[in-house]
């Protein structure tokens, strides 16, 4: 079997993240704009300097997708697609989408551009991998919470090209589910609109009263795994970091790419101390995860005592000395002036070392160092001055109009020449071929003929451009001659048109308008059960009589209407296969598919996610389209009622008609505790599914009173949807 090398795709929060990554051995890069990006609070790049990085990207062969991934509101989609049009016109490679509106018009519009469908979309198996390549995505980022077996078993389907994540920050939601940063933030701080406030990273108190970080997760690191991951057939290894220090994106990706190209040489990889120790060193919550590659880790998932970088162990302290701001410490490891430490007890006491003092042995005195120490703390060194210098060095001198390139991209160069005739100069990279000519024929030598060596020796200097020579070959005519600078000429000339030539350029129309659309759902009653036995105690009559009205529809787990049937006269009961089936459930729907697909036709079956939808509706069954769809537009209305999807319930982003304890996250990691407290005493209850292998994360939270019901029945457009507990 021949294993193609994956692409290595690094971050890019600005120019300068770009230049580190392209100078380290990045295929490609993913960035942000000035628009529509999940990261808006990075640096980020202007249109153009979008343009700048592009042409300064393919130059070197490196790909650039620009990320255009939140969900999108009505009067967004056409300065959306516009935008998108722009982009495409300045040859952008691809664009990572999440908005399901957004992606149909864009296969309208670009049917030319491919598309990425983000992480945030939350693909986790074969039936979302399909619908995903049906809808018009050409890539699909898996979600960061599967198994390599998992992995594994979408790649050999072969349905479209593979990225996962595989180094960098994780999520302890699934992506694209999170609601707790909106929750947190008051409607404004959304995860999906790009504002994330990252609420994996904060405090909570559990039952028993104790703090911890417990939705904090390490960081992803599978410099271990990469044979793995790469025989497992992924077009794609991505690297998170949109937020990061051109430093970090220069040592991970420079890392990454030595041992991604030392497995093709000798078949395996052989990673150094020193290189774990660098990647530790740049940036580690507490130590590494492999995340969910050998299933779920449990306690070795979690970040520990601090949700942020965490240094690398160094020593001890002995005694503060005096009253000043001096202290004496115990060392294990290396220390330089201009390093930053961090020395933890009780508290966080840390600064940058500006006194150094070698007094015997292991001991050392430093300063200057405020705050509360006692001895025995323990000592972090938290930025390793030498070590940012050295990876500054690697790209601060190969961006655009430096004239050092460590990435140079190889070309073969033909040069022809006889007398009389102009000498003729043919470059070629692999996918480009550049021809030019003197500007005046060869002469006849009257005293030294060209050589091969002197002419070989002039077009190998490309010193300052991002190329290097591979190949010479000549065939000059013997005895004819020609000045060097001619030579020095034709070889400018050749490489500036060659670089010209790689700058891709279209012409797509840029849409004035898009045609405004309304789409319309059922108004209804609704009542969504996370327990069968809640379902099983509601005195649906009383409700409806309360709300003077009729009828209503109750949603209950698949696996619960399936072995109980629960049908009742006085309401609409419709089963859901929750928003991530991954597991338990995606088994038990394999083996039981066509049962299923008879037991709900006359109900129809609601669905969160992409995955199962195509293989109900091509037996017949309605699928509903609930929540974890992001219905955010229209346009995403009209796009699911054309796969035959009857969408129920727009995403909770809009936070308009969900009441009770909605799904704030969705959880592979199954926390220990029963519920927590945030920093203002709200209170979160930790809910399973009905097959118990993914945990929820729900606020607790009142129901509405009738009155306010009655009045929000008769003015919504949707499902006015209670949850219950």
């Known amino acids: 079997m021949i294993i193609e090398k994956p692409?290595?795709?690094?971050?890019?929060?600005?120019?300068?993240?770009?230049?580190?990554?392209?100078?380290?051995?990045?295929?490609?890069?993913?960035?942000?704009?000035?628009?529509?990006?999940?990261?808006?609070?990075?640096?980020?790049?202007?249109?153009?300097?979008?343009?700048?990085?592009?042409?300064?990207?393919?130059?070197?062969?490196?790909?650039?997708?620009?990320?255009?991934?939140?969900?999108?509101?009505?009067?967004?989609?056409?300065?959306?697609?516009?935008?998108?049009?722009r982009l495409y016109n300045m040859g952008v490679d691809g664009l990572?989408?999440?908005?399901?509106?957004?992606?149909?018009?864009?296969?309208?519009?670009?049917?030319?551009?491919?598309?990425?469908?983000?992480?945030?979309?939350?693909?986790?198996?074969?039936?979302?991998?399909?619908?995903?390549?049906?809808?018009?995505?050409?890539?699909?980022?898996?979600?960061?919470?599967?198994?390599?077996?998992?992995?594994?078993?979408?790649?050999?389907?072969?349905?479209?090209?593979?990225?996962?994540?595989?180094?960098?920050?994780?999520?302890?939601?699934?992506s694209g589910q999170c609601q707790m940063s909106r929750m947190l933030g008051g409607g404004e701080r959304s995860g999906n609109r790009g504002l994330c406030a990252q609420p994996c990273r904060l405090p909570y108190r559990d039952e028993k009263g104790k703090v911890s970080y417990a939705l904090s997760p390490k960081d992803l690191c599978t410099i271990d795994r990469l044979g793995e991951l790469i025989e497992a057939g992924i077009k794609s290894l991505k690297i998170e970091g949109r937020m990061k220090s051109a430093e970090y994106v220069a040592a991970v990706t420079g890392i990454y790419r030595k041992y991604l190209d030392q497995y093709f040489q000798q078949g395996y990889t052989d990673v150094s101390q020193e290189d774990r120790r660098i990647l530790m060193q740049i940036f580690n919550r507490g130590g590494f995860t492999g995340g969910y590659l050998d299933g779920r880790p449990q306690k070795r998932f979690l970040s520990g005592r601090l949700?942020?970088?965490?240094?690398?162990?160094?020593?001890?302290?002995?005694?503060?000395v005096s009253k000043n701001r001096l202290i004496d410490v115990r060392l294990d490891e290396l220390l330089e002036m201009g390093d930053g430490i961090e020395i933890r007890s009780d508290s966080l006491t840390g600064n940058v070392v500006t006194y150094l003092e070698h007094r015997g042995g292991s001991i050392w005195r430093i300063g200057d160092i405020k705050g509360s120490v006692k001895e025995g703390d323990q000592i972090y060194k938290i930025t390793d001055l030498e070590l940012m210098k050295q990876l500054r060095k690697t790209f601060e001198e190969g961006g655009p109009g430096g004239s050092k390139h460590r990435k140079t991209v190889p070309v073969?160069?033909?040069?022809?020449?006889?007398?009389?005739?102009?000498?003729?100069?043919?470059?070629?990279?692999?996918t480009q071929e550049i021809m030019v000519l003197a500007d005046a024929p060869a002469e006849k030598a009257q005293h030294r003929p060209l050589s091969a060596e002197a002419a070989e020796k002039q077009l190998r200097k490309t010193g300052g451009t991002p190329f290097h020579v591979e190949r010479v070959d000549l065939h000059l005519e013997e005895g004819c001659s020609m000045p060097l600078s001619v030579l020095n000429h034709l070889r400018r000339k050749g490489l500036n048109a060659l670089q010209e030539k790689k700058q891709v350029r279209r012409h797509a129309e840029i849409p004035e308008r898009i045609p405004q659309m309304s789409a319309s759902m059922e108004n209804r009653m609704a009542f969504y059960f996370y327990d069968w036995r809640k379902f099983?105690?509601?005195?649906?009559?009383?409700?409806?009589?309360?709300?003077?009205?009729?009828?209503?529809?109750?949603?209950?787990?698949?696996?619960?209407?399936?072995?109980?049937?629960?049908?009742?006269?006085?309401?609409?009961?419709?089963?859901?296969?929750?928003?991530?089936?991954?597991?338990?459930?995606?088994?038990?729907?394999?083996?039981?598919?066509?049962?299923?697909?008879?037991?709900?036709?006359?109900?129809?079956?609601?669905?969160?996610?992409?995955?199962?939808?195509?293989?109900?509706?091509?037996?017949?069954?309605?699928?509903?389209?609930?929540?974890?769809?992001?219905?955010?537009?229209?346009?995403?209305?009209?796009?699911?009622?054309?796969?035959?999807?009857?969408?129920?319930?727009?995403?909770?982003?809009?936070?308009?008609?969900?009441?009770?304890?909605?799904?704030?996250m969705i959880m592979e990691h199954l926390p220990e505790a029963k519920t927590l407290k945030d920093r203002k005493n709200q209170l979160y209850k930790i809910v399973y599914n009905p097959e118990g292998d993914k945990a929820m994360l729900v606020p607790h939270h009142r129901q509405p009173d009738w009155e306010t019901l009655k009045i929000l029945l008769k003015n919504t457009w949707q499902e006015a949807r209670i949850y219950i507990p």
């Open 536 to 664: 099983e105690e509601w005195d649906f009559q009383s409700v409806l009589n309360a709300l003077e009205i009729e009828t209503a529809r109750a949603y209950v787990p698949l696996r619960y209407f399936m072995d109980a049937d629960p049908r009742r006269s006085s309401i609409e009961v419709v089963p859901y296969i929750l928003n991530i089936s991954k597991g338990l459930l995606d088994k038990y729907i394999e083996q039981h598919l066509d049962e299923i697909a008879d037991r709900v036709k006359s109900c129809g079956i609601a669905a969160g996610n992409l995955g199962w939808i195509d293989e109900f509706t091509q037996r017949g069954v309605t699928v509903y389209g609930d929540y974890g769809l992001n219905i955010y537009n229209n346009r995403a209305t009209l796009a699911l009622q054309k796969e035959k999807v009857v969408p129920i319930c727009r995403s909770h982003e809009l936070h308009e008609r969900a009441f009770g304890p909605i799904p704030l």
């Open 412 to 430: 073969s160069m033909k040069l022809e020449a006889a007398a009389g005739k102009r000498p003729k100069l043919t470059i070629q990279d692999g």
């Open 307 to 320: 949700p942020k970088h965490q240094g690398i162990y160094i020593g001890q302290v002995i005694r503060r």
């Open 7 to 85: 692409e290595l795709l690094a971050p890019a929060g600005g120019m300068e993240q770009l230049t580190a990554a392209v100078e380290n051995g990045a295929d490609a890069v993913y960035l942000g704009g000035p628009l529509f990006n999940a990261r808006i609070n990075a640096q980020n790049f202007t249109e153009e300097e979008i343009k700048q990085a592009i042409d300064y990207a393919h130059i070197r062969d490196v790909k650039v997708y620009v990320t255009l991934n939140i969900l999108l509101t009505d009067q967004e989609l056409l300065p959306a697609l516009q935008y998108a049009a």
């Open 96 to 174: 990572i989408v999440q908005d399901l509106g957004l992606i149909d018009l864009l296969r309208e519009h670009l049917p030319q551009l491919p598309l990425h469908l983000s992480t945030q979309g939350s693909i986790y198996n074969l039936s979302g991998v399909r619908k995903a390549k049906s809808l018009g995505v050409s890539r699909v980022v898996l979600a960061r919470e599967l198994s390599l077996s998992e992995i594994r078993r979408i790649t050999e389907a072969s349905i479209c090209d593979i990225e996962v994540f595989v180094h960098g920050a994780l999520c302890m939601c699934y």
